[in-house]
């Protein structure tokens, strides 16, 4: 009987898999179990450790054979036999010397890194087949498929969450940290996690994805960098991440040799999949992948990038990650991506790949502003381009890196142009800013319509952050560049904004004169997007004169097209005013309460961070009104904060003069001086 050998290092976490490991080997419906993986994930350690304590249960014995310097299949069989103790017969098959000697014995057989070896899992199907008490726990960076085969996905250690960390002592239980801590202090005893140092810690955790593999090459780092210098050294983890223990297996000593060993078991096809999909930063639709990959070469059809998805999906070279009922992603762990990142450079393929895929994105933002703007699939777009927000700012990477190289900046206007709702409705207006702000410093030579488009997102957004002499530069350079080309829409669209410039800066004749011409527009072309915008700014600008009626005429008129259109952010932006008006007026004090929580559950379904924060506001002066001081404190420093997020200065402006007057409801004249002369 094989004698176990003793690891040199305790197993850090995997308590849940190592049960569920042992219940299913416990299983008589179980008899061939493969824990698959990715490179580096623990495979081996977290096997090892599962059939420690197993010979009670097999009464013949439990084996392990090592595979890790077996790239012949043909070898397999010899060194199952080698291990078992069987010997080897000029005139008979190892396959049937292995069945004889197997099947009237009761032991469970460990197969440690099968994935080199693969094409002979024929040959386990057979021992299985003919040896009823045999059992099979194998561990792969791929599935085998075979009838009898139970998968058993190995997934990296929990990383901590850095923006919510816990208290030393239950950030130190974390298993990423504790496998961390752990290695650490056997190259440097003193080692310890601190008030100063947990936050680098669990970053480190984090770019390393919890694999064991790369924390334990990290914390070897530990006698010579401090966490800090090491953080700042995994940008590039491949070449930090070296100088394993001289006791594993080649393959094991560098986080780069563990990655190729996966890499060069791949067909050529799959590699080339493999580096064009490290593209993706932090994953992709599916839909995505096939249609980056389907645009880089013409035998790249949807069904063979499909069936190499599922194949990588297959090898632990990229994950899936989304609800049952959705769109699936394929997800890279990042030390991987940067692995394939770096073979899509030695290929030369990087430029041709990042094109393709900064293409696709155009395409997608495109089609998901006219979706924005209908409303009919808000709700499906506007989660589609928060999780694609990483691959959008790679392409915008790319479109300004063009730009600068001397190339035509049209894509990266038109990105620009197409991203505004999107920048809008998430509150991601300094970024929208600073990309168009460098996109139209390069504009020269690109077709007029992007220039334009390019221009009114850039004046847009300008103006929600009370820049207003940049949004009326902005906005008169694009109306004068809107008319020239014929473009009514895009008129009506600059109209609108040096309207809503002109009503903050108080000449307010001057404002309802644009915006009624922007509405006039609206109306010539039947845009009933622009049209519910430019009756609610009117609305507003009504409202703001104590003009109740006419806006409410006007907000009633902008609410119903809002309905038709199905479009619930521009419903909230109506009903918001309405409730506003009627707190003004105080028409009926005791619904408006309710009404304003019933928009906030509309803002919120779209994620609308200009109009949450108006929620609060108003909220805030509800509630202060009715004399629920502390209320109304927590409604304006929820909308101050939120403000402050967007940048929005004249929100700023509004929830810092509610505290104020909070401050002076409780009598505490000084904050209450302060806060309005900080608004």
């Not at 057989?109 to 045999?134: G, K, P």
């Not at 990042?334 to 395409?363: K, N, P, S």
């Not at 005791?590 to 961070?609: G, I, M, P």
């Amino acid at each position: 009987m094989q004698e176990l050998r003793i690891e040199p290092t305790p197993l850090i976490g995997r308590e849940r898999e190592l049960v569920a490991i042992r219940q299913m080997l416990h299983r008589e419906d179980v008899r061939l179990l493969t824990l698959i993986g990715p490179a580096g994930v623990g495979k081996t350690r977290l096997a090892m450790q599962a059939v420690q304590e197993q010979h009670e249960f097999f009464a013949d014995g439990v084996f392990v054979i090592l595979l890790a310097q077996i790239n012949d299949s043909e070898q397999v069989l010899p060194a199952l036999a080698h291990t078992l103790g069987i010997r080897e017969v000029a005139d008979r098959p190892m396959l049937e010397r292995l069945v004889e000697g197997l099947k009237e014995r009761h032991v469970l057989l460990l197969l440690d890194n099968f994935e080199q070896v693969v094409s002979a899992a024929f040959y386990l199907a057979e021992l299985l087949a003919r040896c009823s008490r045999l059992k099979l726990l194998v561990t792969s960076r791929e599935a085998f498929h075979l009838r009898a085969e139970h998968e058993f996905a190995v997934a990296p250690l929990e990383i901590p969450n850095p923006s919510q960390l816990p208290d030393l002592t239950t950030l130190s239980r974390n298993e990423s940290v504790a496998l961390f801590l752990e290695r650490a202090q056997a190259v440097k005893a003193d080692f310890l996690l601190t008030p100063a140092n947990a936050a680098v810690v669990a970053q480190i955790c984090v770019r390393l994805d919890g694999l064991p593999l790369a924390l334990e090459l990290a914390a070897a780092r530990i006698k010579l960098l401090p966490p800090r210098a090491l953080l700042a050294r995994l940008s590039q983890r491949l070449q930090v991440l070296t100088g394993g223990a001289r006791d594993l297996p080649p393959h094991q000593q560098t986080l780069r040799a563990t990655l190729a060993w996966s890499y060069n078991l791949l067909s050529a096809r799959e590699k080339r999949l493999f580096r064009w999909l490290s593209i993706f930063d932090r994953g992709c639709a599916l839909e995505a992948a096939e249609a980056v990959c389907t645009a880089l070469v013409s035998d790249a059809s949807g069904a063979p990038v499909l069936e190499g998805i599922a194949s990588l999906l297959d090898k632990s070279l990229l994950q899936r990650a989304s609800a049952d009922d959705e769109e699936p992603r394929c997800v890279m762990l990042e030390t991987v991506r940067d692995y394939g990142l770096e073979c899509l450079a030695a290929c030369g393929e990087m430029e041709a790949v990042r094109q393709a895929h900064a293409y696709y994105y155009l395409l997608l933002a495109e089609q998901a502003e006219q979706e924005l703007a209908s409303g009919v699939q808000q709700d499906m777009y506007l989660a589609r381009l928060k999780w694609e927000h990483d691959n959008l700012r790679a392409a915008m990477r790319y479109m300004l890196e063009q730009a600068e190289a001397g190339r035509s900046s049209e894509m990266a206007l038109r990105l620009g142009g197409a991203l505004l709702p999107f920048w809008m409705m998430q509150g991601y207006w300094s970024e929208g800013r600073a990309f168009l702000r460098q996109a139209l410093t390069m504009r020269e030579g690109a077709a007029v319509s992007a220039q334009a488009k390019a221009l009114a997102a850039a004046g847009k957004l300008a103006f929600q952050q009370g820049d207003y002499d940049q949004a009326e530069k902005l906005a008169g350079e694009n109306l004068g560049l809107f008319r020239e080309i014929g473009d009514t829409r895009g008129s009506a669209l600059a109209l609108e904004i040096l309207g809503m410039v002109a009503w903050n800066r108080g000449n307010l004749s001057s404002a309802q004169a644009l915006l009624q011409e922007a509405l006039a527009l609206y109306k010539q072309t039947n845009d009933k997007e622009g049209m519910v915008n430019s009756l609610f700014a009117l609305a507003w600008l009504l409202r703001s004169q104590g003009e109740y009626n006419r806006a409410r005429v006007l907000c009633e008129e902008s609410l119903a097209l809002s309905g038709d259109l199905g479009d619930t952010r521009r419903v909230a932006d109506a009903q918001l005013l309405m409730a506003q008006m009627l707190f003004d007026t105080q028409a009926a004090p005791t619904t408006v309460r309710s009404q304003v929580e019933d928009v906030l559950v509309l803002y919120r379904q779209v994620e609308d961070k200009e109009g949450i924060a108006a929620c609060f506001h108003l909220s805030g002066q509800i509630t202060l009104l009715q004399g629920e001081t502390e209320e109304a404190r927590s409604w304006f420093e929820q909308s101050v904060a939120l403000h402050k997020e967007l940048g929005h200065q004249a929100g700023l402006a509004w929830a810092v003069s509610g505290l104020a007057r909070v401050a002076l409801a409780q009598s505490d004249y000084v904050a209450a001086r302060n806060r309005y002369e900080e608004s």
